[in-house]
């Protein structure tokens, strides 16, 4: 049965830190694209950022560029996303996925494994 399994969410000021773990299980995800997104009540899920699978390529979307950092470990089967100088519009459930198809790497729908979400609250 495959896996992923947020983890690291919580309850931080503005300006903190906090880093997330995805745990993969199931599979072999070493060869995947992983990302991570986030969805407020009542908006669409938005992709947040990405790292291909040797790691070579990573993207993010504009609002979070040189706050975050997407990492992974493949021999762990893990990603992580260190977000540094969080702001309240970061608030948000953040999910943990993987690509192992083709297609765009912000594109929700391309995806074909996620997990169940973490919540990050940042409060003013």
């Known amino acids: 049965q495959v896996q992923l399994v947020e983890s690291g969410g919580g309850l931080v000021q503005a300006g903190g830190s906090l880093t997330l773990s995805c745990a993969a299980s199931?599979?072999?995800?070493?060869?995947?694209?992983m990302g991570w997104f986030r969805q407020v009540q009542g908006k669409e899920r938005e992709f947040v950022a990405a790292m291909t699978w040797n790691s070579g390529n990573t993207f993010y979307t504009d609002s979070v560029r040189g706050r975050f950092t997407i990492s992974r470990d493949n021999a762990k089967n893990t990603v992580f996303l260190q977000m540094n100088n969080l702001k309240p519009e970061d608030t948000a459930v953040y999910y943990c996925a993987a690509k192992y198809s083709g297609g765009s790497y912000y594109e929700t729908y391309n995806y074909n494994y996620w997990g169940q979400g973490t919540r990050v609250t940042v409060s003013s």
């Open positions: 199931g599979r072999t995800f070493s060869r995947d694209t």
